[in-house]
């Protein structure tokens, strides 16, 4: 499903057979694209493969530099020389748009020690979720600033205003989505994949690629739920404010509090909970 | 959000403020519980990590069994000793229950490349969609038997059935869930997790445990999307009928179409689309 240039759209067309409970059409239907994403670091002689991610192409500058970011691979962009898609002789067609080069300044590969424990390796402090928060402190992630304070309509209505701009979602139904806003509740930036991780990725990678971060003054909304993962990738980030259309995960909740995050779940018409740091949200006192 | 035997339960009580549009309230409300697990692996004198996954505690004998399975780690029931909570003494309480030992027959550790080249490491057959499903016939996944023929109002009553036995979900509306039937409808089982993967390596892992493997009469529903990955498990799994509430992605159908799975998506009342495979659901004739 590449298309004809090689390089995989954000969707594709596909033959469906339609049931509605009593009759059957044929039809085409557009799905949401999943291709693997190769990320490979450079630096003077090194080259070095950091991840295989399964991905929806489209913002895949974005997705290398926000996960590299997020997972305190990468320090800032000044650490960056350009990223470029490995446009080698030997690399198929179809593979081209599937490899990404993120070429260092410097001669030497950063540590991937902790890129590397976060797959597969043991941690020296242990495996439970309270070890992984302070994990996240020894790699340098500190509290969010004390960011904005915003009306609780404001937050309730972010839902609407993603749902309007997510286009690819709107035509697959398969897309998972990361909206950032300002304070007073405008639109900046949004970015779509199949995987919730790397929609975030993408968006942080839109900041830091643009000077943008920390993002001291900035809401996240999250098109499903909060996972630890998440959270750590906001914190990094330096996001004061997390929504999330779905529930958070206990582990979640644990971060945001640790890290002084506003993290609010459920948002649903005018509804929605607050789970840590209410104190950037203007509510009615308790009745 | 330990329990006090040091246990992490499938779901905790945290402190939440709920905001209607109007007025706030203060409850407590139960959050989906994220806690590490790590997956070891031991034969003979050899001991390796294999893998550390975000999951919800509950199953964890089944969703390390599962994801060895799945992975192609693990080739048979017969290749394991036993599954055991790792309980040295010196691991601290509250990460003995985040830590699975697999103890193997054998005097070796298995090949763990391919598990290897899935995370970090550049593939020799390409970094493309249809490189990583050849990647899949070379690991030794064949098509899926020819299986079960159901009526498409069969299909289209799953969902229901589902939500029905979803009880960690029903309490915190933060869980994925994948769920086995057989081509009668009957539910046979259902595993819940924050990750839909583990959903599915922990239903995976129970009828590898149960010696139900190849599940080539079943039916498995996914509550959420489908993606390469799930439809991966399946075909290990050897399922003929994967039906997903929400949308699949383009590789999903690629694979399901490749390996002779029947896909069926957006089930919602008495609709869904299927995909691949439409052979084996009986559907009236298009009008």
């Keep these: 499903m590449i298309s004809e240039q090689g390089r995989p759209g954000t969707s594709v067309e596909t033959h469906v057979v339609s049931y ?5 059409a044929e039809r085409y239907d557009r799905l949401a694209t999943e291709e693997p994403l190769e990320i490979r670091m450079r630096a003077g002689r090194h080259t070095r493969t950091v991840a295989i991610t399964m991905r929806t192409p489209g913002a895949d500058f974005e997705l290398a530099a926000g996960f590299l970011f997020n997972e305190g691979v990468l320090g800032s962009l000044e650490e960056l020389n350009g990223i470029t ?10 593979q081209r748009y599937n490899i990404v080069n993120v070429d260092l300044r410097g001669d030497e590969l950063p540590q991937l020690d902790a890129l590397e424990r976060h797959f597969t390796t043991t941690s ?7 070890a992984n928060i302070e994990a996240l402190r020894g790699r340098g992630l500190v509290p969010v600033a004390a960011g904005p304070r915003v009306a609780a309509a404001l937050l309730a209505a972010l839902p609407d205003r993603l749902a309007a701009s ?11 989505a990361a909206a950032l806003f300002d304070a007073r509740g405008e639109l900046i930036a949004i970015r779509e994949d199949v995987g919730r991780h790397n929609a975030l990725d993408k968006l942080v990678g839109w900041a830091l690629m643009n000077g943008k ?3 001291r003054d900035h ?7 909060a996972s630890y993962e998440l959270l750590q990738k906001a914190v990094a980030a330096g996001i004061p404010i997390v929504c999330a259309v779905s529930a958070p995960s206990s582990l979640a909740v644990d971060l945001a509090r640790e890290f002084g995050v506003t993290l609010a779940g459920f948002l649903r018409g005018a509804r929605f909970n607050v789970y840590a740091g209410r104190e950037r949200i203007a509510l009615p006192a308790p009745e």
Tied chains: 1, 2.
């Design 124 to 130: 020296a402090c242990g495996v439970c979720g309270k």
């Design 20 to 24: 509605d409970g009593n009759s059957v």
């Design 213 to 215: 971060l920390p993002l």
């Design 219 to 225: 809401i996240v909304l999250l098109s499903g739920r």
């Design 85 to 94: 898609y490995c446009l080698d002789g030997e690399v198929a067609d179809e």
């Design 166 to 176: 997510q286009r690819v979602f709107a035509s697959t139904g398969g897309l998972h």
